[in-house]
């Protein structure tokens, strides 16, 4: 009965490919996150969702783009994969008000 | 800016004993949280303790507790009785009240808890 579940959790591909990863929460909340953790392991969000709307955008290449089909999905999608995109994605949700986030397992995103 | 401090990369600690982490922030805010995280190997980010702003007692769950120091912008994760399932990179990290607010992670301290 997972809380926030993504798929794929590995994922090992070429230059140049477009790939997604999704993500699903099953826990009402209202808000969806996407962080990015480095191999340095430093998480800096990437963007959040609030009922379907793009409310942060943090300084992320042109490459990725985000998309909430409904509240309790956010998927990544990212396109011309580089090298340097090599990293593990975390998707999150909260509650409004309520600021605790949930983590997902986390996407093991390899670029070769 | 916002910004979270962890100023100690890695810390050891005899199985059985006690470990303190420290953590200090910076806002001009006076309305937020404050969290501590853990992350085995495993990757899984695992929520171990939260700290609403307005309030003055030090939260508690179970083993852990935090010094939280509003004043110097403190906010310190106290481990007792340490285990071997403790091992694990914790974060401290900072959220703001509002609609538009960020969960921001500071670097991180991997933890080792010695048999």
């Known amino acids: 009965d997972t809380a926030v579940s993504q798929t794929p959790k590995y994922l090992v591909t070429q230059m140049g490919n477009d790939k997604s990863i999704k993500c699903e929460q099953n826990l009402g909340h209202d808000t969806m996150y996407w962080y990015k953790q480095d191999s340095k392991k430093f998480l800096k969000i990437m963007f959040s969702?609030?009922?379907?709307?793009?409310?942060i955008n943090e300084t992320v290449p042109n490459r990725f783009s985000p998309k909430s089909p409904d509240k309790a999905h956010l998927n990544l999608h990212i396109n011309s994969l580089e090298l340097g995109d090599s990293a593990v994605y975390f998707c999150?949700?909260?509650?409004?008000?309520?600021?605790?986030?949930?983590f997902g397992s986390g996407t093991r995103l390899t670029v070769v | 800016a916002q910004t979270v401090t962890q100023s100690q990369p890695e810390m050891s600690v005899q199985e059985a004993e006690t470990v303190t982490l420290s953590c200090t922030y910076d806002?001009?805010?006076?309305?937020?949280?404050l969290f501590w995280y853990k992350q085995p190997p495993s990757r899984q980010m695992i929520l171990v303790i939260r700290?609403?702003?307005?309030?003055?007692q030090n939260a508690t769950e179970n083993r852990f507790s935090v010094n939280f120091q509003k004043a110097a912008k403190s906010f310190s994760l106290k481990i007792s009785d340490s285990q071997l399932g403790d091992t694990a990179m914790y974060f401290c990290?900072?959220?703001?009240?509002?609609?538009?607010?960020?969960?921001?992670f500071g670097k991180g301290i991997t933890l080792s808890v010695r048999p």
């Open positions: 806002t001009s805010e006076s309305n937020y949280y």
């Open positions: 990290a900072f959220v703001t009240r509002g609609a538009n607010s960020k969960l921001t």
């Open positions: 969702y609030n009922n379907k709307e793009l409310i």
């Open positions: 999150a949700s909260s509650k409004m008000r309520d600021y605790g986030y949930t």
């Open positions: 700290q609403e702003a307005y309030k003055q």
